[in-house]
């Protein structure tokens, strides 16, 4: 659409219409045959006529600017819609919800996505302080107080960071999400202010995922220490059985002797509490996990660790150190998880010796406090991981076994599991083999 | 215990039982004590297994050679250890039932030497 040249041919037009009209009424006369000279003249003696005849010219000219003015105008219409047409566009399209707030954490708008993990339509959300729509009340006073550290100072903590909070939908179930907000400067009103604008991403999906994971190594440990248990429970077993037997042969052969049966029965019994604590354990571990956060004492989990896998670490001719400081703390996390990432190391500290074929085979298990964490530390003399490997040995999936051997998940999960709970999980070389150290957040 | 409960079943038939709790013990009793007859011993065991047993009784010769009966808490003999061939010699699975023990031993015993 070039306006402008259309405008200008307009005014040209315009322009010879009044020089036709003034020619039609006769204006423009000159005397005899007209000369270049007596046109000229005549339009010097006529200032009408020199206006007139210079109008399609002027017209044109001017008109063209017009048209150039009008076209610039629309283009910039055209621009700015298409701009808005677009951000709706991208806005509604997007799978994460998008939230747009001003600076007092009242919604401005919201997108499609945004609807449907919210529960809420657009408008009614709009004008109203997302913190207290959304949020559950215990999120509320940290987000007034973070707006306000924000008023105050152009900072916050949260801003530019993915946070794990929990929303609430219309219908008052809560969804697990991922936020992060940030802020941008508007131009709004001819006021320059900040607002910001949430991205709400929902991990339910994710977090079962994990979930499943979390219970599929488990599993995985499980199997692998099936074998070490069925070993563990045959002694007992054949106590049992040897002594139930002992019973029923005297009581066969008509003797009768209380003091006998009384003595074989009581290896009975105590044999199955034993075979009992094994099953329990066994079975406590493979409980999918949704057990509460508890302040518990770490030596006890180690202890509990080294009962499922004590023996087998004999058979192999591991030799197995404790050294518990006097004073661990307690650590608040997931007793059972925590039991798991213990086993996972050993299992590693076993493997690693048994391959590496040194001559000590030596599994040091230490536990200490500092002021504000409680640290677990396992070691072996199994020669050390490979430097590159170091980087890398709690990436999912990674392992330096051999097809076949290892699913290379055990310490991705444990890295997973030690960082839910707040803490993290380090592992270096020392002179004689590896080093994992647990760190996790000390309670009294 | 286990150990206590197999000697007395062993007594009751007439036997005479000499017990131990690992290899090196076992092999000391062989050393000292002539006429063994039967070495059941366990497979698996911390420290020496099985195996070494077997092997280190058959080299010191003695006459007579006492038999073995092996036992685990596997499914099935074929556990290799070694060069033994651990399949050759009888088996009892864990847990072990005293009828089983007996029969075993009686059998094993009065094959003619």
């Not at chain 1, 041919?9 to 322009?15: A, K, S, Y």
């Not at chain 1, 808005?84 to 998008?98: E, G, K, P, Q």
């Not at chain 1, 009975?268 to 034993?274: C, F, G, H, K």
């Not at chain 2, 690992?22 to 009793?29: H, I, P, S």
Request: proline share 4%; net charge negative.
């Amino acid at each position: 659409m070039n306006y402008a040249l259309k405008y200008s041919l307009l005014g040209m037009f315009f322009g010879w219409f009044f020089v036709g009209a003034a020619w039609f009424f006769g204006l423009h006369y000159v005397d005899g045959m007209p000369t270049f000279a007596s046109i000229i003249q005549m339009h010097v003696d006529n200032p009408v006529i020199g206006i007139v005849d210079t109008a399609p010219v002027v017209l044109g000219i001017s008109f063209y600017f017009l048209g150039s003015a009008y076209q610039s105008l629309y283009a910039k219409n055209k621009e700015s819609e298409d701009n808005s047409a677009r951000f709706n566009a991208l806005m509604n399209s997007a799978f994460d919800a998008i939230v747009i707030m001003d600076q007092r954490g009242v919604v401005v708008d919201i997108s499609r996505a945004a609807e449907t993990i919210l529960g809420y339509e657009r408008q009614d959300v709009i004008g109203k302080k997302l913190s207290t729509l959304v949020f559950p009340s215990r999120y509320q006073g940290d987000t007034d107080h973070g707006l306000n550290i924000f008023t105050q100072t152009a900072e916050s903590p949260t801003i530019g960071q993915r946070l794990e909070v929990e929303v609430v939908h219309r219908d008052g179930h809560e969804v697990s999400v991922e936020v992060a907000i940030e802020k941008h400067r508007v131009l709004a009103d001819g006021q320059a202010n900040s607002a910001f604008v949430g991205f709400i991403h929902d991990i339910t999906a994710r977090k079962a995922t994990a979930a499943q994971i979390i219970q599929a190594s488990k599993l995985a440990t499980l199997g692998e220490m099936a074998t070490s248990v069925a070993h563990e429970l045959n002694q007992p077993l054949s106590v049992i059985r040897m002594a139930a037997g002992f019973g029923r042969k005297k009581l066969a052969e008509g003797v009768v002797d209380p003091e006998y049966l009384e003595n074989k029965l009581e290896k009975i019994e105590a044999q199955t509490l034993r075979a009992a604590v094994i099953i329990d354990h066994m079975r406590m571990f493979g409980r999918k996990a949704n057990e509460d956060l508890e302040a518990i004492d770490p030596r006890t989990i180690v202890l509990r660790a080294l009962d499922l896998v004590g023996g087998p670490l004999r058979l192999a001719q591991i030799e197995v150190v404790t050294e518990f400081a006097e004073d661990r703390g307690l650590v608040l996390g997931h007793p059972i998880q925590i039991e798991q990432v213990i086993l996972n190391l050993i299992a590693n500290a076993r493997d690693a010796m048994d391959e590496s074929d040194s001559e000590s085979k030596i599994i040091t298990l230490r536990v200490f406090a500092a002021e504000q964490s409680v640290y677990i530390v396992a070691e072996d003399t199994g020669g050390g991981i490979p430097e590159d490997a170091l980087q890398r040995v709690f990436e999912p999936f990674y392992t330096t076994k051999e097809m076949g051997k290892g699913t290379g998940l055990g310490l991705s999960v444990s890295y997973g599991i030690v960082r839910d709970m707040n803490g993290a999980i380090a592992a270096e070389n020392t002179e004689a083999g590896a080093r994992f150290t647990i760190t996790l957040p000390r309670v009294n | 215990m286990i150990l206590e409960l197999m000697s007395e079943a062993l007594t009751e038939e007439g036997y005479q039982c000499l017990t131990a709790s690992n290899v090196d013990t076992a092999l000391g009793v062989v050393k000292t004590t002539p006429g063994i007859a039967l070495i059941i011993t366990d497979l698996k065991m911390p420290g020496k297994s099985g195996s070494d047993l077997i092997k280190a009784v058959q080299a010191a010769g003695g006459d007579p050679k006492p038999k073995f009966i092996v036992m685990s808490g596997h499914a099935g003999p074929n556990i290799n250890e070694g060069d033994i061939d651990l399949g050759s010699f009888p088996f009892l699975t864990k847990p072990l039932g005293i009828e089983s023990l007996v029969e075993q031993v009686r059998a094993v015993l009065s094959v003619g030497e």
